[in-house]
């Protein structure tokens, strides 16, 4: 698989040559980034053709994608919302004497975080990052169990990380399946979703009419689901290098 860029049609197009059979042309957040997945052996030309005829799909979901709300920048200062599996949960920060952290749920709908005296906003932000992504690990370690029983696919290794145009990824070939950690902040039905969307790779990994039979056949709402999960407002940081895999 090889990777280059391109100007067509005054838009920048990312290109990825792999071994698949049809082309497909993808859109993705936050700012409509443009890639291509090309068979090997497909022409510049056919390529430059597919995205003109596209142009105007693809200008429109890059409008849509820039008129998307964004999450509010975080603070971490008490009364502010934080989310977790789409339940919104009100921080209430106090700082103690001591050198360690703790986050802990009050009730169904507060957040209490205890951070040094010193502590900075950036350090608050790493840590309820870490806090999140546990939570997710924890919740998702059954379900992927469960999906990987139901589908008898199971990933050699799984993993959380930060993703900025995807909630989920497979690797096919090396059985490798990762969740984006902001899925912490969706609801439960959402972070399934994604689940059973990557292992269904590990069957077809192209989204042929065989990988739409499996969302069809374990999860018939799956594309209510999956409209609803992309319509939650993107996160606030914009920067991909805080966003290094």
């Given at each position: 698989?090889?990777?280059?860029?391109?100007?067509?049609?005054?838009?920048?197009?990312?290109?990825?040559?792999?071994?698949?059979?049809?082309?497909?042309?993808?859109?993705?957040?936050?700012?409509?980034?443009?890639?291509i997945?090309a068979p090997?052996?497909?022409?510049?030309e056919?390529?430059?053709?597919?995205?003109?005829?596209?142009?105007?799909?693809?200008?429109?979901?890059?409008?849509?994608?820039?008129?998307?709300?964004r999450?509010?920048?975080?603070?971490?200062?008490?009364?502010?919302?934080?989310?977790?599996?789409?339940?919104?949960?009100?921080?209430d920060?106090?700082?103690?004497?001591?050198k360690?952290?703790?986050?802990?749920?009050?009730?169904?709908?507060?957040?209490?975080?205890?951070?040094?005296?010193?502590?900075?906003?950036?350090?608050?932000?790493?840590?309820?990052?870490a806090?999140?992504?546990?939570?997710?690990?924890?919740?998702?370690?059954?379900?992927?169990?469960?999906?990987?029983?139901?589908?008898?696919?199971?990933?050699?290794?799984?993993?959380?990380?930060?993703?900025?145009?995807k909630?989920?990824?497979?690797?096919?070939?090396?059985?490798?399946?990762?969740?984006?950690?902001?899925?912490?902040?969706?609801?439960?039905?959402?972070?399934?979703?994604?689940?059973?969307?990557?292992?269904?790779?590990?069957?077809?990994?192209?989204?042929?009419?065989?990988?739409?039979?499996?969302?069809?056949?374990?999860?018939?709402?799956?594309?209510?689901i999956?409209?609803?999960?992309?319509?939650?407002?993107?996160?606030?940081?914009?920067?991909?290098?805080?966003?290094?895999r």
């Open positions: 698989m090889n990777t280059e860029t391109s100007q067509i049609g005054g838009i920048e197009v990312e290109i990825v040559h792999k071994a698949i059979k049809n082309l497909h042309i993808g859109c993705y957040p936050p700012e409509g980034r443009v890639r997945a090997h052996g497909v022409s510049d056919a390529i430059r053709v597919a995205v003109l005829t596209r142009m105007q799909w693809i200008k429109r979901k890059q409008t849509q994608f820039r008129k998307q709300e999450q509010a920048e975080r603070r971490f200062v008490s009364g502010e919302t934080h989310h977790l599996f789409g339940r919104a949960l009100r921080l920060v106090q700082r103690w004497d001591k360690v952290h703790r986050i802990l749920r009050q009730g169904s709908d507060r957040l209490a975080m205890k951070v040094p005296g010193d502590g900075t906003t950036e350090q608050m932000r790493r840590w309820m990052d806090w999140l992504k546990a939570r997710l690990r924890t919740y998702s370690a059954p379900r992927i169990s469960f999906w990987a029983n139901r589908l008898d696919r199971h990933p050699e290794k799984w993993g959380i990380r930060p993703m900025k145009t909630w989920g990824s497979c690797d096919p070939e090396k059985r490798i399946i990762w969740l984006n950690s902001e899925l912490a902040k969706k609801p439960e039905r959402m972070i399934d979703y994604v689940i059973l969307h990557e292992l269904a790779h590990l069957i077809s990994p192209n989204h042929d009419k065989r990988f739409i039979k499996i969302l069809d056949d374990n999860m018939p709402k799956w594309r209510s999956r409209d609803e999960l992309n319509q939650y407002p993107l996160p606030a940081w914009e920067d991909p290098k805080a966003l290094a």
